[in-house]
């Protein structure tokens, strides 16, 4: 046996930052009055990458107008003619060039960003040449052309 005097003290190993992190051990340290540092993290589990297109870049480098290039009126007409040829609402043209509706609006009433895949993409589901000077003018087949 020990004697009276002799004090034996057990620490506790000090808890893992994971469990410091659970609703008990928060809960604890309130009761205790510690200070809680609480941070929200913003954009935390969604799975998105951030994606700087070249027009974005381009247009934080211009200091003149602010304005990212807009598709040309002319190219808005000739896409609406060309689905309305085809018999095609904005929907179903979408869907074939696998974009959002929202995507032949915006590029039909002039406000979209030009993006070259996407016309390439409308060109060939319409069969129109949307680029180049010879504009508006059938598509030919790449086994017709000579």
Request: positive net charge; charged residues 30%; glycine residues 8%.
């Amino acid at each position: 046996m020990g004697d009276w005097n002799t004090v034996t003290i057990l620490r506790k190993r000090p808890p893992k930052p994971s469990t410091m992190k659970s609703e008990q051990a928060i809960n604890k340290a309130r009761r205790e009055g510690a200070v809680i540092d609480t941070q929200v993290k913003w954009g935390a589990a969604t799975n998105k990458h951030q994606v700087t297109t070249k027009n974005t870049a381009k247009l934080d480098r211009e200091t003149e107008e602010l304005k990212h290039e807009k598709v040309p009126i002319d190219l808005g007409r000739l896409i609406q003619q060309g689905r309305q040829a085809k018999g095609y609402n904005q929907k179903e043209l979408a869907t074939k060039v696998n974009e959002k509706p929202q995507v032949i609006q915006d590029y039909e009433a002039g406000r979209g960003i030009p993006n070259q895949q996407v016309i390439g993409k409308i060109e060939k589901v319409l069969c129109i040449k949307l680029r180049g000077k010879d504009r508006g003018q059938a598509l030919l087949p790449p086994s017709t052309k000579k």
